[in-house]
């Protein structure tokens, strides 16, 4: 029996104080609901909201070494993050998280298109320690969140990467491919 893993998300909003629904929370809901996966969901308007997020995760979070999937949904262009109307590098984000994401994947919804060189993903990788990144690189009208809880079952199934990206493909071949799903490890 495969070892049950935690997602944490980490969701850019315009202002957290303003209440509303997030459809990443609907999905979030369904992952529970239809597949068994805990997830925990913050939200943030503005970086010190991030590193906020992510100190809670690294520091505070007592389960933290069960979670599989670091899930970021922020919109961004060229592969920069955008918090509070202003763009991160990756380069940047990966520092946040500095030699703390050892056995993680990294996957960012598709709000951001993720298209990364060698050399960004490579450094991202080594900087964060973590297993993997993954997102979309192309523009869809709709939200990944469909394809995005396929994904996070398979990371319960599977611990290579290859096996889970391959599995994917084989399942939902046509909605990987409109979305430019990319998997960099």
């Known amino acids: ?15 957290v104080e303003t209440p509303g629904s ?52 922020f919109e961004g262009r060229s592969n920069e993050l955008k918090i509070d109307n202003y763009y991160y590098s990756f380069e940047e984000i990966a520092e946040f998280f500095e030699g703390r994401l050892q056995d993680k994947i990294v996957h960012f919804a598709n709000t951001l298109q993720l298209d990364l060189d060698e050399e960004t ?10 297993k993997a990144v993954s997102g979309y690189a192309n523009t869809a009208p709709v939200l990944s969140t469909v394809l995005d809880n396929l994904y996070f079952s398979l990371s319960q199934e599977y ?15 046509a909605l990987c491919n409109a979305l430019g799903f990319r998997m960099y490890y």
């Not at 993903?121 to 973590?130: E, N």
């Open 159 to 173: 611990d290579d990467v290859v096996e889970i990206t391959e599995t994917l493909f084989e399942k939902q071949y």
């Open 22 to 73: 997030s459809p990443i929370l609907k999905g979030l809901e369904t992952l529970a609901t239809q597949y068994g996966i805990t997830n925990v969901y913050k939200t943030c308007d503005s970086i010190e909201g991030f590193e906020e997020g992510i100190s809670t995760l690294l520091y505070e979070d007592r389960h933290f070494k069960e979670y599989a999937v670091i899930y970021l949904v």
């Open 121 to 130: 993903f490579q450094y991202f990788l080594d900087v964060t320690g973590a």
């Open 1 to 15: 029996m495969p070892k049950k893993n935690y997602i944490y998300c980490l969701e850019s909003v315009p202002d």
